[in-house]
T-cell receptor, first 111, second 114 residues
Framework: GNSVTQMEGPVTLSEEAFLTINCTYT??????LFWYVQYPGEGLQLLLK?????DKGSNKGFEATYRKETTSFHLEKGSVQVSDSAVYFC??????????FGSGTQLTVLP | DVKVTQSSRYLVKRTGEKVFLECVQD?????MFWYRQDPGLGLRLIYF???????EKGDIPEGYSVSREKKERFSLILESASTNQTSMYLC?????????????FGPGTRLTVT
């Protein structure tokens, strides 16, 4: 079956530091890949997506590239802000028409 | 903007009680989903629905049932609440059966069963 593995948190960074959150997946066929973000006290919201190999999703300064050869979709941001503190979830959508989520990574950015 | 609302943000129930969690979306989405969120486990799918009166089991349906009598409303029912059902419950919706990746989430209901 499908599965998503995220780097374990929590991750603590200083403001303006570089962020990488690793995500690898196992899936049959050609899944679509997503990053969702959950700010404190809120539900999840879609951050970015990629639907085929070598696609790069980007939003709010975050980027992730769909790498089929390494089955990865790592999230990156060049300079994090305090307001980026949240839980980040990697997810995939395969042929079962469901989303499979990773376990989430808590990010805290200190001023 | 799509809005998904959940009936309660916090709920405390006793073991053995019947519990109803309500979810409403206002954008005529076909698909609706119920997840539970637990630390270290991410989101796990309980049930989902592609249409009115239609439901499908997710990964962890045991101890839960659902109802979708109207397109905009999807209810999660705990027939006899147990302490291991203490969790955060998230409802989500998406536009069509052919595209489930972009889901819109409600704020969640934190349920405590004592």
């Amino acid at each position: 079956g499908n599965s998503v593995t995220q780097m374990e948190g929590p991750v603590t960074l200083s403001e303006e530091a570089f962020l990488t959150i690793n995500c690898t997946y196992t899936a049959t066929g050609y899944p679509s890949l997503f990053w969702y973000v959950q700010y404190p006290g809120e539900g999840l919201q879609l951050l970015l997506k990629a639907t085929k190999a070598d696609d790069k999703g980007s939003n709010k300064g975050f980027e992730a590239t769909y790498r089929k050869e390494t089955t990865s979709f790592h999230l990156e941001k060049g300079s994090v802000q305090v307001s980026d503190s949240a839980v980040y979830f990697c997810a995939l959508s395969g042929s079962a028409r469901q989303l499979t989520f990773g376990s989430g990574t808590q990010l805290t950015v200190l001023p | 903007d799509v809005k998904v609302t959940q009936s309660s943000r916090y709920l405390v129930k006793r073991t053995g009680e019947k519990v109803f969690l309500e979810c409403v979306q206002d954008m005529d989405h076909e698909n609706m989903f119920w997840y539970r969120q637990d630390p270290g486990l991410g989101l796990r799918l309980i049930y989902f629905s592609y249409d009115v009166k239609m439901k499908e089991k997710g990964d962890i349906p045991e101890g839960y049932s659902v109802s979708r009598e109207k397109k905009e409303r999807f209810s999660l029912i705990l027939e006899s609440a147990s302490t291991n059902q203490t969790s955060m419950y998230l409802c989500a919706s998406s536009f069509s059966a052919s595209w489930v990746g972009e889901q819109y989430f409600g704020p969640g209901t934190r349920l405590t069963v004592t």
